[in-house]
């Protein structure tokens, strides 16, 4: 099956089909990254960057696609798919991607996986933690951010900031009061292990760590 | 800060009022309809993999957690279940204690809640030395089915536990 071939395929209704079988996210995204077609084209946009190209022209054309506004982006599930393709072959060509997907009217997939790709947003390497700053456009359902600056900050700075950032607050509230997160908006405790991850040292040292600072921080009556 | 940007969050316009009966809120976001083709195609799909699947109602607009747990207005992630379950007093009920109007749960691979159903019928199958179990579900976004059980899609996970709310169970 040529590439083309295979994008008419991955626009067509029974591959949106196949994969709203999900209940969630999560499973939209599994679903998706286990389909043979995704994976071919994932694989063929890796080894030919031509194919990349293509890719990244059509998801430019289909987020601008008029639509019949009654109903959901036809394009939803495609778009979704492309993008999560495209962050897998460069992320930050595939940020660009999502800024005009996140345009694309009544999508559900496509905007949560532009949202997530917005929200990577803190870009870690080992030199250096890249914060992307966005805006939340409220006025478009779903809603999407929209990113305008990017920052980079050593690891060195990120400590630094972190205790900076905590005196200001522990100032703050000595003289206002403690700040109550609201219980709707904490964020979840850490998930487990993928299972190809579990033998991973690192991964287990990593999550180990994330849950000891989620039940310190969780733990705290302001948090609660 | 993701959790307030997040699809469903309380700034999400798409979202609906909703809560537990301990008042925590419950994220949640409507999702616009999907096209007559799409549908109709969705519907062949799962008939054509499933055929012992009887549709009830070809929509896309909830998922199986927004048609148990909102009255089918809207979608809710399934990583939100375990807070109404708990908020709202379900408790686990073993298979000789089902009756229609139950809760059944699905989980995936990895143990994580996939999927819910509503118990429509539960008999003892004396010849195979099970039960028989009936439920009604929305299959992701695929259409609302009545359908046996076991007998899903395996996006949607495996049947795992049963649940309900129901009070003096034993009056």
Request: some cysteine; glycine content about 4%.
């Amino acid at each position: 099956m040529s590439p083309r071939e295979m994008m008419e395929t991955i626009e067509g209704h029974q591959f949106a089909a196949e994969v709203n079988l999900a209940a969630g996210f999560d499973a939209f995204h599994r679903s998706i990254q286990s389909h043979s077609l995704f994976r071919d084209l994932a694989g063929l946009m890796k080894d030919h960057p031509a194919v990349f190209k293509t890719v990244l022209v059509r998801l430019n054309d289909l987020s601008r696609k008029p639509i019949r506004m009654q109903y959901e982006n036809p394009y939803d599930s495609a778009m979704a798919a492309y993008l999560m393709a495209a962050d897998g072959v460069d992320p930050e060509v595939a940020a660009v991607a999502a800024e005009a997907v996140s345009k694309a009217p009544n999508c559900w997939w496509a905007s949560q996986v532009s949202s997530g790709i917005a929200r990577a947003a803190s870009e870690a390497s080992a030199w250096d933690l890249k914060l992307i700053f966005g805006q939340l456009d409220q006025a478009r359902t779903p809603n999407v951010v929209t990113q305008h600056t990017a920052m980079a900050l050593s690891w060195l700075q990120v400590k630094l900031l972190i205790y900076y950032l905590q005196l200001d607050l522990a100032v703050y509230e000595s003289q206002y009061g403690k700040i109550v997160i609201p219980a709707a908006i904490l964020p979840p405790p850490p998930g487990p292990l993928p299972p190809e991850m579990e033998n991973d040292p690192v991964a287990r040292a990593s999550t180990e760590r994330a849950r000891e600072i989620y039940a310190l921080w969780a733990a705290r009556p302001e948090g609660a | 800060m993701l959790e307030l940007l997040d699809l469903g969050s309380p700034r999400d316009r798409n979202a609906i009022d909703l809560a537990t009966s301990r008042n925590r809120r419950i994220p949640n976001a409507r999702r616009s309809e999907r096209a007559p083709e799409a549908l109709a195609a969705a519907m062949q799909f799962v008939t054509e993999s499933h055929p012992s699947a009887r549709l009830r109602s070809l929509t896309g607009t909830y998922n199986c957690i927004g048609m148990a747990f909102a009255n089918r207005r809207t979608c809710i992630e399934p990583h939100h279940v375990q807070m109404i379950l708990e908020d709202d007093a379900y408790t686990e009920v073993t298979p000789a204690g089902v009756v229609p109007g139950d809760l059944l749960v699905y989980r995936d691979r990895i143990g994580a809640i996939s999927h819910v159903a509503i118990v429509t019928a539960h008999k003892p199958d004396l010849a195979n030395a099970r039960w028989r179990t009936t439920v009604i579900s929305q299959w992701g976004y695929d259409g609302e089915y009545f359908h046996d059980h076991a007998d899903v899609n395996q996006s949607l996970g495996r049947p795992d536990r049963f649940y309900s709310e129901r009070k003096q169970r034993h009056a």
